[in-house]
Structures are given as structure tokens and as C-alpha cells.
């Protein structure tokens, strides 16, 4: 999957947690800028590293990229229990709104974020629509699977993970490792 095959497309990487999707997406992003052209930014909606899951993409420094990466926390591994996974989730929305009107000040034609689905926990598809919308070329992954749990925290997260699917080119489902 080269450059040429994303460019002008939303492309969505999915899987289970420790699959490699932030590998692969550090691996397109670098592509990207090896191969030339315009600007790209990447919204790095990750938390730090927690219980081995989760981390930043930690990508050097390049002059036709713009990192935005607000502070977010894991609210199913650090939060004691539904109510305060709940203030989590809700406190990571707001910090990514906060990164996304940055960003659509000053919208790039390429773009690829880290851990939409951590979004998705406390906010409405509407959100990363709008991102989308903005750059012709868009680049993501998140979370779809089972290994953090389901309930209502969950389900909800994975049906709107289910509506930003519809809103995209490809989808790449990345299978677990063995």
C-alpha cells in the first residue's frame, strides 16, 4: 500500500488492541513524507502507554508535518469504575475538540490520526466527519474489537466506530497476532 494508493481517499485501519495499527499507520505516515509533496499534519489522539497498550506515535520531527497530540488518558484502564471511565472519556473528548478547531483553522491536505476510535468514546461520528471533510486525504486507526470490554461504554463506542466505517473508502482489518 504505497502513497499513490491512499492519496484522495479516507483509509481506516481496524483491530483488536496490540495488532500494529500505529505501526503501520508511523509506517504510512513516514511514506508519505519520503515521498515528497505537500503538508500533512497528524492528530495523535493516543494515551501514553498503559499496561503495554495504548502510545504515542512519537514520529521525529519533519518539516511538512504538523503533530497535534492533546493529553488523553485510557479510561478503561485507569478509571475504578463506569462513572469515572465515564469523566475520562468525557475530559479526552473535550481535549481532542480543542485539537480539532486547531486543525480545521489551518486544514492540510493530508492527514492521518492516531486512535480515532478514542474519540469516539464521548463525542458523536459528526466530529471526525468534519475532519474528513477538510482533507482530501485521510489516513486513520482505532480500536474495533473486544479485548477492553463491552457493556455500554463499549458498545457505544463500537457502533460509532461502525458509523465512521461508512463514511470511508477502505477499510483495512488488520487480523490478530498469534
Known amino acids: 500500500m504505497s502513497p499513490a494508493d491512499l492519496t484522495g481517499k479516507k483509509t481506516l485501519i481496524l483491530g483488536e488492541v496490540k495488532v500494529g495499527k500505529t505501526?503501520?499507520?508511523?509506517?504510512?505516515?513516514?511514506?508519505?513524507?519520503?515521498?515528497?509533496?505537500?503538508?500533512?499534519a497528524l492528530v495523535d489522539l493516543a494515551p501514553?502507554?498503559?499496561?503495554?497498550?495504548?502510545?504515542?506515535?512519537?514520529?521525529?520531527?519533519?518539516?511538512?508535518?504538523?503533530?497535534?497530540?492533546p493529553r488523553?488518558?485510557?479510561?478503561r484502564l485507569t478509571g475504578r469504575?463506569?462513572?469515572?471511565?465515564?469523566?475520562?472519556?468525557?475530559a479526552n473528548g473535550r481535549?481532542?475538540?480543542?485539537?480539532?478547531?486547531e486543525y480545521l483553522d489551518?486544514?492540510?491536505?493530508?492527514l492521518?490520526?492516531?486512535?480515532?476510535?478514542?474519540?469516539?468514546?464521548?463525542?458523536?461520528?459528526s466530529g471526525l466527519a468534519s475532519l474528513l471533510e477538510a482533507s482530501p486525504t485521510v489516513v486513520a486507526n482505532g480500536y474495533f474489537g473486544?479485548?477492553?470490554?463491552?457493556?455500554?461504554?463499549?458498545?457505544?463506542?463500537?457502533?460509532?466506530?461502525?458509523?465512521?466505517m461508512a463514511l470511508c473508502d477502505r477499510v483495512i482489518n488488520l487480523p490478530m497476532v498469534s
Open 106 to 110: 489551518d486544514p492540510r491536505p493530508c
Open 146 to 164: 473486544r479485548a477492553l470490554g463491552g457493556g455500554g461504554f463499549g458498545d457505544n463506542e463500537r457502533q460509532r466506530m461502525q458509523e465512521f
Open 48 to 69: 501514553e502507554l498503559t499496561r503495554g497498550i495504548g502510545g504515542k506515535m512519537n514520529l521525529l520531527w519533519h518539516p511538512r508535518l504538523t503533530v497535534y497530540s
Open 81 to 90: 469504575d463506569q462513572e469515572e471511565v465515564a469523566q475520562l472519556a468525557e
Open 23 to 40: 505501526l503501520l499507520l508511523k509506517r504510512i505516515v513516514k511514506e508519505f513524507l519520503e515521498a515528497g509533496g505537500e503538508h500533512c
Open 112 to 125: 492521518f490520526i492516531n486512535d480515532a476510535s478514542l474519540y469516539l468514546q464521548a463525542r458523536e461520528v
Open 95 to 101: 481535549a481532542c475538540d480543542r485539537v480539532f478547531g
Open 72 to 75: 488523553i488518558v485510557a479510561p
